[in-house]
């Protein structure tokens, strides 16, 4: 997230980072250790594609029923455009939950390569996807857990 978009607060001894326009808590350092600020997408249905910005809220969860699904991350353009000011090298994390009966594996947009292909997440699992930019509008998509 470019800078400009940011506003850093000092705040009953932590530091705060919130977006500049609405305030909304993007991340705080506190005392014990760091707290993210997250929003829940929930999908209801056999095949999900969110968005960059949903994935971006950071938690996912999908139920998968009715046969093994897919879960279609956004293209590379979308994703970088998504996060301003984002450089090569570094990383958006989202947490996937599978809390469906069904099997859903990741499946790449244009610009993203998934570093394990077909890559499944089995049902009421759940995983961490890392997406690393590795050049302007092109990310590998890196799966931890499940």
């Known amino acids: 997230m470019s800078m400009a978009l940011v506003k850093s607060i000092w705040e009953s001894g932590v530091l705060r980072f919130r977006n500049r326009g609405t305030l909304t808590p993007i991340i705080t350092f506190g005392t014990l250790r760091l707290h993210e600020y997250l929003v829940v997408t929930d999908v209801d249905s056999r095949n999900a594609a969110p968005t960059a910005a949903q994935f971006l809220g ?44 069904q099997a859903v594996t990741v499946t790449a947009a244009s610009g993203i390569t998934v570093a394990t292909a077909t890559q499944t997440i089995v ?24």
């Open 58 to 101: 950071g938690i996912i969860t999908h139920n998968s029923k009715t046969g093994a699904g897919t879960l279609t991350v956004p293209t590379g353009a979308l994703l970088d455009a998504a996060v301003p000011g984002l450089a090569i090298g570094e990383t958006v994390t989202c947490y996937y939950i599978n809390r469906g009966d």
């Open 123 to 146: 049902q009421y699992e759940a995983a961490l996807l890392i997406f690393l930019k590795t050049a302007a509008d092109t990310f590998v998509c890196y799966h931890i857990g499940a």
